[in-house]
């Protein structure tokens, strides 16, 4: 009988109660808001150079000005021209209207020193002139100090005949047509309003400026 009962009895149904976390957990209730990370804006600063072929941005006196200071290497250099000017009609020809200018250039003592001072300090340490002006006198007072070179090899070793002259020949006419193509060139180009890049001599020329 009271196997029969045990067997009969309904089974009471569980029954889960959900618990009300009024007060939940410190642990559960951390913010879980997402970190907004504060970044200033990054500001691109983009300078725009001028184009320095743009002859329009040249002012024609800096042209001029930049211009008439290539002649300062070249007449202070005319003597490495002997040979070359004697033997070919065209190069005198070019050279025949500076004759006077060279004369006068080389009537002043200590010429191509006191010239190199006052290109220096009056144009190239000068802020008034514009950048363009003091660049190109830079150039030509670099290209009149390299002369010291080849004037020290005419010194050290001056040959009478022989393959001695036929290489003093051969320097003296390079030196005096390198300074005959960079008289063309920077001459010709600050004329144009363009930047003459001199080889060797602009590399240097920028780093003093």
Same mark, same amino acid.
């Given at each position: 009988?009271?196997?029969?009962? @045990?067997?009969?009895?309904?089974?009471?149904?569980?029954?889960?109660?959900?618990?009300?976390?009024?007060?939940? %957990?410190?642990?559960?209730?951390?913010?879980?808001?997402?970190?907004? +990370?504060?970044?200033?804006?990054?500001?691109?600063?983009? =300078?725009?150079?001028?184009?320095?072929?743009?002859?329009?941005?040249?002012?024609? +006196?800096?042209?001029?000005?930049? +211009? #008439?200071?290539?002649?300062?290497?070249?007449? $202070?250099?005319?003597? /490495?021209?002997? /040979?070359?000017?004697?033997?070919?009609?065209?190069? =005198?020809?070019?050279?025949?209207?500076?004759?006077?200018?060279?004369?006068?250039?080389?009537?002043?003592?200590?010429?191509?020193? @006191? #010239?190199?001072?006052?290109?220096?300090?009056?144009? *190239?340490?000068?802020?008034?002139?514009?950048?363009? *002006?003091?660049?190109?006198?830079?150039?030509?007072?670099?290209? $009149?100090?390299?002369?010291?070179?080849?004037?020290?090899?005419?010194?050290?070793?001056?040959?009478? $005949?022989?393959?001695?002259?036929?290489?003093?020949?051969?320097?003296?006419?390079?030196?005096?047509? /390198?300074?005959?193509?960079?008289?063309? /060139?920077?001459?010709? %180009?600050? @004329?144009?309003? =363009? *930047?003459?890049?001199?080889?060797? #001599?602009?590399?240097?020329?920028?780093?003093?400026?």
């Amino acid at each position: 009988m009271a196997m029969t009962n @045990l067997l009969s009895t309904t089974p009471t149904p569980l029954t889960f109660s959900l618990i009300n976390l009024k007060h939940p %957990s410190p642990l559960l209730s951390l913010s879980t808001k997402p970190r907004t +990370a504060t970044r200033k804006p990054r500001t691109l600063t983009v =300078q725009s150079k001028g184009n320095k072929n743009d002859d329009s941005q040249t002012d024609p +006196a800096d042209r001029l000005i930049s +211009a #008439v200071t290539y002649f300062f290497p070249f007449f $202070d250099g005319i003597q /490495y021209g002997k /040979y070359v000017i004697t033997q070919f009609t065209p190069i =005198q020809t070019l050279v025949q209207p500076l004759i006077p200018s060279i004369r006068a250039f080389n009537s002043i003592p200590f010429n191509g020193f @006191l #010239v190199f001072i006052t290109l220096y300090f009056v144009v *190239v340490r000068n802020p008034n002139f514009s950048r363009y *002006v003091r660049f190109n006198t830079m150039q030509a007072i670099i290209l $009149d100090t390299l002369l010291i070179i080849p004037d020290l090899v005419v010194r050290g070793f001056n040959p009478k $005949d022989g393959i001695g002259l036929d290489f003093m020949m051969s320097l003296d006419s390079t030196v005096f047509l /390198y300074l005959l193509v960079c008289l063309v /060139y920077g001459f010709g %180009s600050c @004329l144009f309003g =363009q *930047v003459p890049r001199l080889p060797i #001599v602009a590399d240097a020329a920028e780093q003093v400026m």
